[in-house]
């Protein structure tokens, strides 16, 4: 990572971190909006949630709201108008997205079919309101949406600028990855590239997709165009940040998040990058940093239950036991989503409170069973939930039928070794765990689980070592697991007087730093293993290098 990211990153910090962050971050998000020019009225809610949604970017919920109003209003009258149904599908997934309220999602689809059926391949309707100056090129000059630099009218009643087919095939891939369909987004993605490879809306789609089905590959490629098509726009901020993640490049994307940060062009962009980063804090076992960085996003828009539900892990694991339920609750009260009842559940339970527990896994199960009902695909939470609190074989059935759909992510490789684990399968979990933590994202998750099947299989060697890893990532990973990989790693003890020798007959395996805890009869989940001199590790594929 070059200087001038390293600086942006510390600057994000300093001003997360620093005393009256809430103001100073708020007045700077005022700052960051583009001047309109002297004397011009300032953008509409409409206006500012249609600029937001074209651009890739989240809008504020009451912007989103003013926006759907007004489509629904223009559409009673014309409801010929192709772009508009587009625009409104967009819009509900959008909203559906930001409030874990799947029925948006149902509305979204139909708005979406509305709108390609009314608009026929290489034609533009009569009431198309700027798709046929889009489509030949004889708009006002300002971009489409498309990357292809054929200008269409950005002020007309559709929407900005692209014409309702590439709106409609964007929106229903964006559609079809919100239901967690990597395949069928997969498919809208490549059909609107195929159809306009210039169209930058097909890219954060496939990268989504890509992503979802375990493609690390492709969706690099495909972020490779879109930061080709709309360099240093929030979409590609995005998508860069999820990419470098994904492949290890924790600084990386340390410095997209800051930069989108910085770029920020309305309060609900500047809480979604320090949200983000609140997340990378979190992943990398800083607390007191990630709790900084929540509370700003927080303080530059107040309406962030995502950041609520970070925060709520943080006071978890700060041991603010009854402000982190709270936080939870409040978080799932504006985004209902299935992962954070788990969440809850998990830490009532790891503080003996079985009955607050069982109330939020029944939750869970009646809150994934309404989104399934809206085609949202909530295999892999509910896998995750059965696994750990419910039967292990339902949890391998429903992984499996994932793999089998293509749907190969590091989550589900991770899940599905798991849970075959806790299957009493131990030796196929391991393939499956490799899978999960060889690709290049370092997950205390991952880690554990792999450390675990490992230990279950008398390889004490790779267990310490990777038992350990997880602890050393993020030591507050989960407030049930946590202590379980802490108590693996002493049953452990310490390696082999000397270590293993290698081939050469010399050498040894550094040893681990000492476990700081008295020790105690560690739970045991599968039967202990009697000890086995460790295996060497297997050679991890070098990651390729980062970007400048």
């Known amino acids: 990572m070059n200087a001038m990211k390293k600086e942006q990153v510390r600057q994000v910090r300093r001003a997360a971190l620093a005393a009256g962050v809430g103001a100073a971050l708020v007045g700077g998000v005022l700052l960051f909006v583009p001047d309109r020019g002297e004397g011009s009225r300032?953008?509409?809610?409409?206006?500012?949630?249609?600029?937001?949604?074209?651009?890739?970017?989240?809008?504020?919920?009451?912007?989103?709201?003013?926006?759907?109003?007004?489509?629904?209003?223009?559409?009673?009258?014309?409801?010929?108008?192709?772009?508009?149904?587009?625009?409104?599908?967009?819009?509900?997934?959008?909203?559906?997205?930001?409030?874990?309220?799947?029925?948006?999602?149902?509305?979204?689809?139909?708005a979406l079919q509305r709108s390609l059926k009314g608009q026929p391949v290489g034609a533009a309707?009569?009431?198309?309101?700027?798709?046929?100056?889009?489509?030949?090129?004889?708009?006002?000059?300002?971009?489409?949406?498309?990357?292809?630099?054929?200008?269409?009218?950005?002020?007309?009643?559709?929407?900005?600028?692209?014409?309702?087919?590439?709106?409609?095939?964007?929106?229903l891939g964006s559609l079809a990855n919100a239901r967690h369909d990597f395949t069928t987004a997969k498919k809208w993605g490549e059909t609107l590239r195929a159809r306009k490879p210039g169209a930058w809306t097909a890219y954060p789609v496939l990268i989504d997709a890509y992503t979802g089905l375990g493609d690390y590959a492709a969706a690099g490629k495909a972020l490779d165009k879109l930061?080709?098509?709309?360099?240093?726009?929030?979409?590609?901020?995005?998508?860069?940040?999820?990419?470098?993640?994904?492949?290890?490049?924790?600084?990386?994307?340390?410095?997209?998040?800051?930069?989108?940060?910085?770029?920020?062009?309305?309060?609900?962009q500047k809480a979604e990058a320090l949200y983000t980063l609140g997340e990378l804090a979190w992943e990398r076992g800083e607390p007191t940093e990630a709790m900084g960085l929540y509370d700003a996003a927080l303080a530059a828009a107040r309406d962030h239950p995502a950041a609520l539900a970070g925060r709520a892990r943080v006071l978890a694991a700060l041991s603010r036991t009854d402000e982190a339920y709270r936080a939870y609750q409040a978080a799932l009260a504006k985004l209902p989503r299935p992962e954070y009842a788990l969440e809850l559940g998990e830490l009532y339970d790891a503080n003996g409170l079985d009955g607050d527990a069982r109330t939020q896994y029944a939750t869970l199960r009646a809150r994934?069973?309404?989104?399934?009902?809206?085609?949202?695909?909530?295999?892999?939470?509910?896998?995750?939930?059965?696994?750990?609190?419910?039967?292990?074989?339902?949890?391998?059935?429903?992984?499996?039928?994932?793999w089998a759909r293509h749907h190969r992510s590091m989550e589900v490789a991770d899940a599905l070794g798991w849970a075959l684990y806790r299957a009493g399968r131990g030796e196929e979990a391991l393939k499956y765990a490799k899978k999960a933590t060889e690709q290049g994202r370092r997950s205390a998750l991952f880690s554990y689980h792999r450390g675990e099947i490992e230990r279950?299989?008398?390889?004490?060697?790779?267990?310490?070592?990777?038992?350990?890893?997880?602890?050393?990532?993020?030591?507050?990973?989960?407030?049930?697991?946590?202590?379980?990989?802490?108590?693996?790693?002493?049953?452990?003890?310490?390696?082999?007087?000397?270590?293993?020798?290698?081939?050469?007959?010399a050498g040894s395996t550094p040893q681990p730093p000492e476990v700081v805890r008295p020790k105690s009869p560690a739970p045991q989940p599968t039967a202990t293993p009697t000890a086995t001199p460790p295996m060497t590790r297997p050679v991890t594929p070098p990651v390729t290098p980062s970007p400048s």
Do not use: C
């Not at 206006?47 to 651009?55: D, G, K």
């Not at 309404?370 to 992984?399: I, S, T, W």
């Open 456 to 505: 279950s299989l008398e390889m004490d060697g790779p267990a310490r070592r990777h038992l350990d890893e997880a602890l050393r990532i993020n030591p507050y990973f989960s407030p049930l697991l946590a202590p379980r990989a802490l108590d693996a790693l002493e049953s452990l003890g310490e390696p082999v007087e000397g270590g293993p020798q290698d081939i050469e007959g």
């Open 368 to 402: 994934a069973a309404r989104a399934q009902g809206h085609g949202v695909n909530e295999e892999l939470v509910l896998a995750r939930f059965e696994a750990d609190h419910g039967d292990p074989a339902a949890a391998v059935a429903r992984l499996r039928s994932e």
């Open 125 to 171: 309707g009569p009431e198309d309101h700027g798709a046929r100056a889009a489509e030949e090129g004889d708009g006002d000059g300002t971009d489409d949406g498309d990357g292809d630099g054929d200008g269409a009218d950005d002020n007309k009643q559709g929407g900005i600028g692209a014409p309702a087919r590439t709106r409609a095939l964007a929106g």
């Open 42 to 110: 300032p953008a509409t809610p409409v206006e500012r949630a249609l600029a937001a949604v074209s651009a890739g970017a989240p809008a504020s919920l009451p912007d989103l709201d003013a926006l759907i109003l007004d489509r629904e209003k223009w559409l009673r009258t014309h409801p010929e108008d192709s772009t508009a149904w587009a625009v409104l599908g967009a819009a509900y997934v959008e909203r559906g997205e930001q409030r874990g309220d799947s029925t948006y999602f149902s509305k979204a689809d139909q």
């Open 227 to 268: 930061k080709e098509l709309r360099p240093g726009t929030p979409a590609v901020l995005a998508r860069s940040v999820s990419v470098y993640r994904d492949r290890g490049w924790r600084e990386d994307a340390e410095a997209k998040a800051a930069e989108a940060s910085a770029r920020a062009d309305s309060p609900t």
